[in-house]
């Protein structure tokens, strides 16, 4: 199995910046991508940001130039710098690893979320 862990949300006013970060541990293979997804109160959960095995990056148009996703494959983490944080940016945020596993086939894991406020 797969953990994921995350940290660094919390309250924070419009403008301002945070920083969550996502650890990976348990039997992982060649992991394909990592990132972040959220989900508001009464949405769909959608992509936030994605860091492929490749090195490319994808992020959701509402966050482009804002949020940054950066992986350090050596330690199996993620982390995502907001910045120029918005009200609509509240949500959970939830951390998504997908790995090919030990006979080569895809499976993806969620980390157990972690709330960001922003107040206008």
């Known amino acids: 199995q797969v953990q994921l862990v995350e940290s660094g949300g919390g309250l924070m006013q419009a403008g301002g910046s945070l920083r969550l970060s996502c650890a990976a541990s348990?039997?992982?293979?060649?992991?394909?991508?990592m990132g972040w997804y959220r989900q508001a109160p009464g949405k769909q959960r959608e992509l936030v940001a994605v860091s492929t095995s490749g090195g490319l990056t994808d992020y959701a148009d509402s966050v482009k130039g804002r949020f940054t996703v950066s992986r350090d494959n050596a330690k199996n983490t993620v982390s995502l710098q907001m910045n120029s944080l918005k009200p609509e940016d509240t949500a959970v945020y939830y951390c998504?690893?997908?790995?090919?596993?030990?006979?080569?086939?895809?499976?993806?894991?969620w980390g157990q979320g972690t709330q960001v406020t922003v107040s206008s």
């Open positions: 348990g039997r992982i293979f060649t992991i394909d991508a």
């Open positions: 998504y690893l997908r790995h090919l596993d030990v006979i080569k086939v895809p499976r993806g894991y």
